[in-house]
């Protein structure tokens, strides 16, 4: 396993599991976000607007 933590494989493989926890922080925020959004009832979508008129 020594081979793998020093030299050009063990630092692809440190850039690849950084990139893979980068990328799941971003999809756990976006849902998170995207989940405990407020609703605003009062304010309809721009879309609803454009479809009462």
Partial sequence: MAVFEKGKFGALIAYIILAVLIG??????????????????????????DQSQ
Avoid: D, I, K
């Fill in 24 to 49: 799941c922080v971003l999809v756990a925020g976006a849902l998170f976000f995207h989940r405990h959004e407020p609703q605003r009832p009062g304010q309809p979508s721009p879309h609803a607007l």
